[in-house]
């Protein structure tokens, strides 16, 4: 019990001491070895509407390929509760740290921050969008090679976005599309 207790109060410390300068890129992060296709398994966002529709949610797939100007270009497929499909686009550009990159939000009108916290690149990858922490901008996505994960992948992304200071509403691992699951 009192290691139990131990663990809460470190956890909880940890979290209510978190600084975003102190969040880094993967050392040594290889940017060839990220690009490719990637779906978006699950991610934590604290915005009322993700909240509100989290189990309507698909997942949705995405490519990237690294640029010549040392970013990458991504491009994500989704599709909605009408069954129609959105694509966007997004151009990351690089920065003085591999595996950190900036872009520029048109939904949100500001520029954002994209940091690859960890990867392993050949099954999962978890990145976080803008690490200012701000409640309206801020995400943490999981990113598998395929659009299943081991379960132990999953709960270290669900700890990871607790211990960063999402809520538990906020993290959400979308339903598998049907024509996804029969192209695994």
Same mark, same amino acid.
């Given at each position: 019990?009192? %290691?139990?207790?131990?663990?809460?109060?470190?956890?909880? !410390?940890?979290?209510? *001491?978190? #600084? +975003?300068?102190?969040?880094?890129?993967?050392?040594?992060?290889?940017?060839?070895?990220?690009?490719?296709?990637?779906?978006?398994?699950?991610?934590?966002?604290?915005?009322?509407?993700?909240?509100?529709?989290?189990?309507?949610?698909?997942?949705?797939?995405?490519? %990237?390929i690294a640029n010549e100007?040392?970013?990458?270009? !991504?491009?994500?497929? *989704?599709? #909605? +509760?009408?069954?129609?499909?959105?694509?966007?686009?997004?151009?990351?550009?690089?920065?003085?740290?591999?595996?950190?990159?900036?872009?520029?939000?048109?939904?949100?009108?500001?520029?954002?921050?994209?940091?690859?916290?960890?990867?392993?690149?050949?099954?999962?990858?978890?990145?976080?969008?803008?690490?200012?922490?701000?409640?309206?901008?801020?995400?943490?996505?999981?990113?598998?090679?395929?659009?299943?994960?081991?379960?132990?992948?999953?709960?270290?992304?669900?700890?990871?976005?607790?211990?960063?200071?999402?809520?538990?509403?906020?993290?959400?691992?979308?339903?598998?599309?049907?024509?996804?699951?029969?192209?695994?």
């Amino acid at each position: 019990m009192l %290691l139990a207790v131990a663990v809460l109060c470190s956890v909880v !410390l940890w979290t209510h *001491s978190f #600084n +975003s300068s102190d969040i880094q890129p993967q050392a040594d992060f290889d940017l060839e070895q990220f690009t490719g296709k990637w779906y978006r398994v699950g991610f934590a966002y604290d915005h009322p509407l993700v909240i509100k529709y989290k189990r309507k949610m698909l997942i949705p797939r995405g490519h %990237l390929i690294a640029n010549e100007n040392g970013g990458a270009n !991504l491009t994500m497929w *989704s599709v #909605n +509760s009408y069954k129609t499909c959105n694509v966007t686009s997004y151009v990351y550009e690089k920065t003085e740290l591999p595996g950190a990159f900036t872009y520029f939000s048109r939904r949100h009108n500001i520029e954002k921050d994209i940091t690859v916290l960890e990867t392993n690149y050949t099954d999962y990858g978890i990145v976080l969008k803008y690490k200012n922490m701000n409640k309206e901008y801020s995400q943490l996505a999981l990113y598998g090679r395929k659009p299943e994960l081991r379960p132990e992948v999953v709960e270290h992304f669900r700890s990871l976005a607790l211990n960063i200071g999402f809520s538990t509403e906020a993290i959400v691992t979308p339903a598998i599309v049907g024509m996804l699951q029969s192209k695994k």
